[in-house]
């Protein structure tokens, strides 16, 4: 079984930073990226940014490049997303997601492992 937890989710207003973590547990598996993704309400689940599992690749979505910045520790099976300059339309949950097959690591349909979501709040 793989689990995936995030935190470091929360309330800050417009303008502040957030670090939010993820952690890998369970059985070893082998993963090619590992990404973060929201959802607002109403909205349907959105990419935000991924980053090649071993490698120094990194994608962000326009709406966060420039202010977000994705890492792993793979000796930690940990990976991090550092928010900063955070606006209210960033307000969404944030899932961490792992992918092990092929695929766009833009899309989420083509991630297998998904944690349960921390609550991001930016207040204007």
């Known amino acids: 079984q793989v689990q995936l937890v995030e935190s470091g989710g929360g309330l800050v207003q417009a303008g502040g930073s957030l670090r939010l973590s993820c952690a890998a547990s369970g059985r070893p598996f082998s993963r090619n990226a590992m990404g973060w993704f929201r959802q607002a309400p109403g909205k349907e689940r959105e990419f935000v940014a991924a980053t090649g599992w071993g490698s120094s690749s990194t994608y962000y979505a326009d709406s966060v490049k420039g202010r977000f910045t994705i890492s792993g520790d793979n000796a930690k099976n940990m990976m991090y997303l550092q928010m900063n300059s955070l606006k209210p339309e960033d307000t969404a949950v944030y899932y961490c997601?792992?992918?092990?097959?092929?695929?766009?690591?833009?899309?989420?349909?083509?991630?297998?492992?998904w944690g349960q979501g921390t609550q991001v709040a930016v207040s204007s």
């Open positions: 997601a792992a992918k092990t097959g092929f695929g766009s690591v833009r899309r989420a349909a083509d991630y297998n492992y």
